[in-house]
T-cell receptor
Framework: GQQVMQIPQYQHVQEGEDFTTYCNSS?????IQWYKQRPGGHPVFLIQ?????EVKKQKRLTFQFGEAKKNSSLHITATQTTDVGTYFC??????????FGQGTRLTINP | EADIYQTPRYLVIGTGKKITLECSQT?????MYWYQQDPGMELHLIHY???????EKGDLSSESTVSRIRTEHFPLTLESARPSHTSQYLC????????????FGSGTRLTVV
């Protein structure tokens, strides 16, 4: 079945450093979504990427969808303590269910 | 603001009890989902529904059952709770078209003692 692998599992950075999490699918995806879950909270939808090679930005966050539509990345520039949480990617193939990655837990040293 | 509501927020029950976790959404979404998640870990899909009277099992084997009698309501029932059921249960919904993100509820943290 479809699998979505996300790395790294954990990432600890100093405040102000950049952060990147990567997502890889075993199959070509129709779209990929990214979610953020704060400690003790629930996942919150951030963005969806649909087109091959697509790049979207939300303030300090940059999301990319690979040319082959099998991988994606989320990059945070100059992290802040408010960025702490677990970031999940979720891939979809056609009308099938979303498949979530394992998540990358980001902690930040102020 | 969340338009998907889960109750109770926290629940501690004894082994063997029957429980129902409630999930309601006011957005008219066709698709609803139940996920099980241990703190900070990955999400495991246990049930989903694409509309009234439609329910399917997810990827994670679960001893729970669900029903979808009304669009807005998608309760999850455990007939006999066990300590292994201790976890967080998240309900989510989204509109019919596939190009929308999921809206998650705040979750129910279940502890079975």
């Amino acid at each position: 079945g479809q699998q979505v692998m996300q790395i790294p599992q954990y990432q600890h950075v100093q405040e102000g450093e950049d952060f990147t999490t990567y997502c890889n699918s075993s199959t070509t995806l129709s779209n990929i979504q990214w979610y953020k879950q704060r400690p003790g909270g629930h996942p919150v939808f951030l963005i969806q990427l649909v087109k091959s090679g697509e790049v979207k930005k939300q303030k300090r966050l940059t999301f990319q969808f690979g040319e082959a539509k099998k991988n994606s990345s989320l990059h945070i520039t100059a992290t802040q303590t408010t960025d702490v949480g677990t970031y999940f990617c979720a891939g979809q193939r056609g009308a099938q269910k979303l498949v979530f990655g394992q998540g990358t837990r980001l902690t930040i040293n102020p | 603001e969340a338009d998907i509501y889960q109750t109770p927020r926290y629940l501690v029950i004894g082994t063997g009890k029957k429980i129902t976790l409630e999930c309601s959404q006011t957005m008219g979404h066709d698709k609803m989902y139940w996920y099980q998640q241990d703190p900070g870990m990955e999400l495991h899909l246990i049930h989903y529904s694409y509309g009234v009277n439609s329910t399917e099992k997810g990827d994670l084997s679960s001893e729970s059952t669900v029903s979808r009698i009304r669009t807005e309501h998608f309760p999850l029932t455990l007939e006999s709770a066990r300590p292994s059921h201790t976890s967080q249960y998240l309900c989510a919904s989204r509109p019919g078209p596939s190009n929308y993100g999921y809206t998650f509820g705040s979750g129910t943290r279940l502890t079975v003692v």
